[in-house]
T-cell receptor
Framework: GEDVEQSLFLSVREGDSSVINCTYTDSSSTYLYWYKQEPGAGLQLLTYIFSNMDMKQDQRLTVLLNKKDKHLSLRIADTQTGDSAIYFCAGVLGGSYIPTFGRGTSLIVHP | SQTIHQWPATLVQPVGSPLSLECTVEGTSNPNLYWYRQAAGRGLQLLFYSVGIGQISSEVPQNLSASRPQDRQFILSSKKLLLSDSGFYLC???????????FGAGSRLTVL
């Protein structure tokens, strides 16, 4: 299986919360990241979490890390149409310094 | 502050033609540089990375090559394009020892 896995699509109603999930295989991962890609653009770093943390909150974004289950999630509160994008989970795995990316989750926000 | 530039933004090329995509970084020294391909708008495949001038590591065998003639310049090339080379190519840079990548705006290549 892939080192970093994500579901491919998520559809939510404007104003609801979105939760994007990610699982990874390497328990020695030290850094985990969320990137956002808007249509036709490059990736932008949204937030990151160190492996010694369980949660990180930044305005409407909340990252939860469950190290036991190797599960990372990104919650977006009060989701807006401008949040429609592809969200990539990434982690530094296996002692490499190069992040491994998931396949990305397309978030669709509808009125 | 650091910036990263990629060009051209869009390219339509016939099968068998050559390719050159360029990436430059400003505001930093000795960055790690990366080329990724995103096919059909999904997933990121690492193609090449470089930790210094003339040092190129290839992740997958393919029809492409990369070069780093200057510290902050990274070029993706092909002598003869294939249909399967179509995709969205992303250049990125990161500081030595750090894991956060900053991406360029991407170059969309269509091979006909």
């Amino acid at each position: 299986g892939e080192d970093v896995e994500q579901s491919l699509f998520l559809s939510v109603r404007e104003g609801d919360s979105s939760v994007i999930n990610c699982t990874y295989t390497d328990s020695s991962s030290t850094y985990l990241y969320w990137y956002k890609q808007e249509p036709g653009a490059g990736l932008q770093l949204l937030t990151y979490i160190f492996s010694n943390m369980d949660m990180k909150q930044d305005q409407r974004l909340t990252v939860l890390l469950n190290k036991k289950d190797k599960h990372l999630s990104l919650r977006i509160a009060d989701t807006q149409t401008g949040d429609s994008a592809i969200y990539f989970c990434a982690g530094v795995l296996g002692g490499s310094y190069i992040p491994t990316f998931g396949r990305g989750t397309s978030l669709i926000v509808h009125p | 502050s650091q910036t990263i530039h990629q060009w051209p933004a869009t390219l339509v090329q016939p099968v068998g033609s050559p390719l050159s995509l360029e990436c430059t970084v400003e505001g930093t020294s000795n960055p790690n540089l990366y080329w990724y391909r995103q096919a059909a708008g999904r997933g990121l495949q690492l193609l090449f990375y470089s930790v210094g001038i003339g040092q190129i590591s290839s992740e997958v065998p393919q029809n492409l090559s990369a070069s780093r003639p200057q510290d902050r310049q990274f070029i993706l090339s092909s002598k003869k394009l294939l249909l399967s080379d179509s995709g969205f190519y992303l250049c990125a840079w990161g500081e030595t020892g750090a894991n956060v990548l900053t991406f360029g705006a991407g170059s969309r290549l269509t091979v006909l």
